[in-house]
């Protein structure tokens, strides 16, 4: 079955820093990755999606790459900012497609002052 | 306003009582999910319409019942809750114009608990 993993372990850096979180996936070549970011008590807010002939995507301070040899996505925050402390999910469209999303758990980043 | 509505936001029931968590958008789209989120495991689908007329079973449906009344409302029932069925409950809505890259916009959550 379709499988997504992601760092269970939380990230802590310190502001300025550069934050990079992994999304690995399993049995299943996806045509679309997207990533979402949660804040507590709210609901998932898109951040950015990439397509499986797309390398890399930016949007201001954030990055993702694909790569499907390795069945990798990494998720990159450039400038880190306390304000960037949330929990970030990866999803992955499914096989039956119609917009259906496999979700990871998610990775939760404390960015330090 | 919120996009996506979620009534209520906290429900506390006992074992055994039917629950109904609702859900309106005001996005247009045609497309609505229902998930759950447990610790550790992620979101995971329970139902999702994509349209008025459509309803289906995402991974998780047992013990869940869900139904359509309108294009802005999609709403989801525990018809005999149990306690494994706490969890935060999400609706998300998309739209359809372009199938398989579109993103989803979440409501701010229902936190269940069933004692």
């Known amino acids: 079955s379709q499988k997504i993993e992601q760092n269970s372990e939380a990230l802590n850096i310190q502001e300025g820093k550069t934050a990079t979180l992994t999304c690995n996936y399993t049995?299943?070549?996806?045509?679309?990755l997207q990533w979402y970011r949660q804040d507590p008590g709210r609901g998932p807010v898109f951040l950015l999606l990439?397509?499986?002939?797309?390398k890399e995507k930016r949007k201001e301070r954030l990055k993702v790459t694909f790569d499907t040899t390795l069945k990798q996505s990494l998720f990159h925050i450039t400038a880190s900012q306390p304000a960037d402390s949330a929990t970030y999910l990866c999803?992955?469209?499914?096989?039956?497609?119609?917009?259906?999303?496999?979700f990871g758990a998610g990775t939760r980043l404390a960015v330090h002052p | 306003d919120a996009d996506v509505t979620q009534t209520p936001r906290n429900r506390i029931t006992k074992t055994g009582k039917r629950i109904m968590l609702e859900c309106s958008q005001t996005?247009?789209?045609?497309?609505m999910y229902w998930y759950r989120q447990d610790p550790g495991l992620g979101l995971r689908l329970i139902y999702y319409?994509?349209?008025?007329?459509?309803?289906n079973k995402g991974e998780i449906s047992d013990g869940y019942s869900v139904s359509r009344q309108a294009q802005a409302k999609f709403s989801l029932s525990l018809e005999s809750a149990i306690p494994n069925q706490t969890a935060l409950y999400f609706c998300?809505?998309?739209?359809?114009?372009?199938?398989?890259?579109?993103?989803?916009?979440f409501g701010d959550g229902t936190r269940l608990s069933i004692l």
């Open positions: 998300a809505t998309s739209d359809s114009a372009r199938q398989g890259n579109q993103p989803q916009h």
């Open positions: 049995n299943y070549s996806p045509a679309y």
């Open positions: 990439i397509r499986e002939n797309e």
């Open positions: 999803a992955l469209v499914s096989s039956g497609g119609y917009n259906k999303l496999i």
């Open positions: 996005k247009g789209h045609d497309r």
């Open positions: 319409s994509f349209d008025v007329k459509d309803i």
